[in-house]
Structure formats: C-alpha cells, structure tokens
C-alpha cells in the first residue's frame, strides 16, 4: 500500500508538471487577472489604474519599480497601516531577505495563502528527483537546516526569513520525522554551533540510512563540512561513550539526540575515525554515507564557486541545484537533476507569479552606460518602458532563445512590476514554459574610476585562475573581493581561502605562481579594465590569501548582524568596511599581479 502511494504521488507530480507547463502563457494571463482583480482597489495601484482591472492598462501605466520605490508602502504596513496600502488580503508576516547578496535586509510582505503557494514548489521537486534516483524513499535526507529568530514590526507583524518560516511551520514538523535524520529540535535551535553538531552527529549515527545530503545553499555545505574537519574527533568521542558533549546545552537538543545517542558504539566510532583520519577528505562524503544519492543544494549563481569543492567532497554524488527563488517569489525548478551544475537551468512555474522579462544587452567590448532608470552601474544595459510605452518587458510567450533578461515580477503579496535584479540567459522551453539560467545578480559589481566589473565576468576570471592551481594539489575554498579606493590609484583585492587536497596542511605557496593567478584575474577581465590598467588608473590587482576559518568568521559576522545561516550567501563583492577587517584580520599572505597591458 505504502509503495502504492508513492507511485501514485509520483504520478500525480508529473501530472501537475506538465499541466503547468503545457499551459503556461494561459494560466500567466489568469495570474494577472486574479491579481488585479483582488488588487486594483489598493492605494498603490488605484494611482494608476483608477480602479479598472484591465491588464493592457496595467502594462501602459503601472511602472517598473526597485525596492527602494515601494519601500515607503511596506514601512507604512509595518508601522501599523493597513495592507490595503499594497493587496487586499491582511498580510500575516514579513520575510526578511538575506542581505548579503544585495546589501541591506528587505521585508517583503508575506500572506497565509502565499506561504502555503510558496511550498508547493517542494512537493514538485520530490517527483524530479525520485524521476532520477531510485530508493529514497526507503531512506532519510542528512539534512543541514537552520531557523533564525524573529523580531517584530512597530505594528506586531513577525519578520523571519522565508527559511525560518518554512520550517518553523506545522507542515515540515509534521513531515520532518518521516524524511530528516535531525531531529526537529535540532533544526529548530537558535544556537547554531550547537544545532549543527547535533545535526551532524545525529547524521553519523544513521549513515547507513542517508540516501541523500540537504542544504539550501552550497556555501552551508561547505562550511557544515569545515566544521566537521574541526570536530570529529568530538563527534567520535560522544560516539564511542554513548555520551553527548557537556557543552551541548540546549534541552531540546540533549532530550532529541539522547533518543538516537542510546549506547555506546565503538564499532562506528571506529569507521568513522578511521575515514577522517586520512591526510585527504577528497570523497568524504561518500564515504561516510556510503548510500546518498545526491547533495541537494542550490550551486548556481554565485553559489557556484562551491562546485568543484563539493564535488571533491562528494567522491561522485551528483550536485543537484534543486529550483530558483528568492524572498520575492518562487520562480522555477530543475527538471534535470543531472545536468552539469555548471549548466543548470530552471523551467519557471507560471502559477507562482506573473513574470515579465526586460530584454539587456551584454557588450562585449566598452560596457554599457549607467541605467538613468536605477543608477546601478552594469556591464548590462536594459531597455525600460518609456513614457510612450514603446519599448518594455515581454512576457512568457514573447521571450527569445539565447536572449538575455532581468527577470521583473508580479507577486500576490502585493509586489507590482518588482525588478528582482537577477539577469537571466533563455536556454530552451519545457512544453510552453522558459527555462532560464541564472546568470548574475545587477548589483553585485566592483567599481573603480570607470570600470565596473560584475559578478559574473569576477567567477569566470577566478575561475580561470583557480585552474591554474589545480594541478598542484591547491583546491579555492572560497573567495571574496572590495575596490580598495584608500590610495590613488585604486586596485580589485581579492581574499581567497585555499585548501591542499592531499592533506589538512596547506604547504607554502609559491609566490611566482601566486602572482601567476593575479595576472590570469585581469588577463580575463574586460577591455575597460585592462585600457584603466594601461593608463595607470587602476592599480595592480592584488590576492590575500587567509587561513583556514577565515571565511567562516566571516559568516558568523553577517549573521551577527542580522543574516540567516540558512540564506547566508557569501558575498561576491564587499561593500561593508566591517567586513573587510573581518577578512583582513585572516590575512597570511599578499601577492600583486605583475602583469604589464599594452593595448594597441
């Protein structure tokens, strides 16, 4: 019966799939008329449509916004105004984004009915990825989670992450028990050395039983296996004794694992002690959950800098980037689990919102001018709806093959044409939905004199450099960069944190072959650059190289001031002079490129 129940679940999820996306442009032009049906009577709204529903008039009239627009609309709501201002329904709380991508935190309005839209998207993804990998339902997900704890608006609305919320709620710790091998307690811990020890050690005694390993982002799972390298030996310890750490002290966590941690068993403790006390962790993963599948967590973006890290730890178990989303909206979802993560598409789910598409242009040679729309400077340039509303968005039936796109959605929440800044590269259709790959977020740039160098453009050329480290045994664990700006002229720095694989020391590193790696950086940057290089207007690019926990310290200083665990996202290009002394307190080393430009 039980097996029986899963077909049939599985069944049922495709058949959901498909209808979504065989009908896609209708159901986008349904979402948009539910949408203004319910919120045209709004404040916002009403000073633009004057109370009519019809959807060319939302396109001619409502216009394309950033944050910072509506920004005055949620801080009304959250001092204590009506959600009227924004959407009909009353908001129930407010999901705070990370803030480490874009900078400050946001609070985007959430409602009941949203949140439970928001989580149909996880019972979509089970039927992919049971589609691909055989058995899982005879076993549990290692699962990383971590929960943050709210605060309050002036007016009592509850501001959590959307993580948080998630598994805060009464339908994961419901199902938890079913699919994770931590303890709901130990997700739920505000104490996150504690929650993820537990988690760990809770993973460790049912090894046998992992057939697949959870985070949200790729960074979390570098940074739980950084932590394991630290604590092994503990972990071991409680093992062989039967005994759980005195400085676990949360109640919720000691009373779930003393469940799991019932007896001594130096049998495990011996296999585990024997794996990682090899001088290389190259395939740990593998092999302390000899039967995982899959790592699920999302490696795009900049999140990929962790995928050749995670796939030396993972001995073979295919990364899967699970779906796109972010504290807006819930965008779209990877129907082949096995692509190469560096190539990972996302088939967008026309229920979820209403999505629009500004074309952008990516020049190859000089970069585009600043936008006169957002005054973010780019490499990319977007084309806006003008007063005549001859140039604009397109939507799900309109968008181009090999085309790039800022993605701008329309959510129930009361988010009308909302400039996410991600862009976009159209690679395909699944039935009549896109599937777009995420290509960089707009306002992650490097920026000196005239040169502005974006997210993208800064992987690849790392990328490039890090290759030339591989051969010698070095692994990039991961990166970060600032404009330094305190002398003239300014240089791009980059903070790396390295990692020999053959063994848990890192020997010394050569300095030709350091300054080696600067020089590919800029060899692979732009003309703009290397014209400002010529000209002495930018200075040498210059690498610091940090010890071993650097990056995670770094962590903890975001979380610290407000940043999930969970959503932490560590950022490609720093703004925040605290967190660049973070970083430069772990400095061990500098090198500067030698590179001379020429340019005819």
Known sequence: MADQ????DYENGWKV??????????????????????????????????????KQLFKNNVPIVT??????????IANGETSNILLADPISEFIQSSGTSGGQPKLIPMTAENFEKKTLELTLVDPIVKRYFDGLEKGKTMSLF??????????????????????????FKKSAPKICTSPIETILCLDHKQSMYCQLLTGLLRRDHVVSISSIFGSVLARSIKFLEDHWNELCSNIRTGYLSDWITDLGC???????????????????????????????????????????????????????????????????????????????????????????????LPNMAYFEFLPVDKDGGEKA???????????????????????????????????????????????????????????????????????????TVLSIDMDKTSEADLLKAIGNAKRHLEPLGFMLMTFSSYAETSSIPGRYVLFWELKFKESTRCPKLDAKIMEQCCSIV??????????LR???????????????????????????????????????????????????????????????????
């Open 369 to 443: 001018q600043e936008s006169d729309f957002d005054g973010v400077s780019s490499q990319w340039s977007s084309e806006i709806t003008n007063a005549n509303g001859n140039v604009g968005p397109v939507d799900f039936a309109n968008v181009k093959l090999g085309q790039y796109y800022e993605v701008v959605v329309t959510t129930f929440t009361g988010l009308y044409r909302y400039r996410v800044g991600d862009v976009l590269k159209l690679t395909g259709f699944h039935n009549n939905s896109p599937q777009f790959q995420f290509v960089e977020r707009r306002n």
């Open 17 to 54: 799939l498909e209808e979504l996306t065989e009908n896609g442009h209708r159901i986008q032009e349904q979402v948009l008329e539910e949408l203004l049906m319910r919120n045209a009577g709004t404040e916002y709204l009403s000073r633009f449509l004057h109370g009519q529903t019809d």
């Open 146 to 171: 971590f929960v943050k704890k709210g605060s309050e608006t002036p007016s009592g609305l509850t501001v959590r992450t959307l993580s948080s919320c998630y598994f805060m709620s009464d339908s």
């Open 522 to 531: 800029e060899e692979s940057l732009d003309f703009t650059y290397k014209s």
């Open 534 to 600: 010529e000209a002495n207007k930018i200075a040498a690019l210059e690498l610091r190289v940090v010890k071993h926990g650097t990056f995670d310290a770094l962590m903890d200083f975001y979380v610290s001031k407000g940043a999930s665990i969970n959503q932490y996202k560590t950022p490609c290009c720093i703004k925040s002079e605290e967190a660049v002394k973070v970083l430069n307190s772990g400095v061990v080393e500098k090198f500067f490129s030698s590179k001379t430009f020429f340019l005819s």
């Open 5 to 8: 129940m899963e077909t049939n």
């Open 254 to 348: 000691r009373n779930a694992v003393s469940l799991i941690l019932t007896r001594p068993n130096p049998e495990l403790a011996d296999t585990i002690e024997h794996i990682c006390g090899n001088e290389s962790w190259e395939g740990i993963i593998k092999k302390l959950w000899p039967e995982a599948k899959y790592i699920n967590s999302v490696i795009t973006g900049t999140m990929s800098q962790y995928i050749s890290l995670l796939d030396f730890y993972g001995g073979g178990v295919p990364l899967v980037s699970p779906s796109y989303g972010s504290s807006e909206s819930t965008f779209g979802i990877n129907l082949t689990p096995l692509s190469n993560p560096y190539d990972v598409s996302y088939t967008f």
């Open 67 to 76: 944050y910072e627009d509506i920004k005055p609309c949620i801080d009304r």
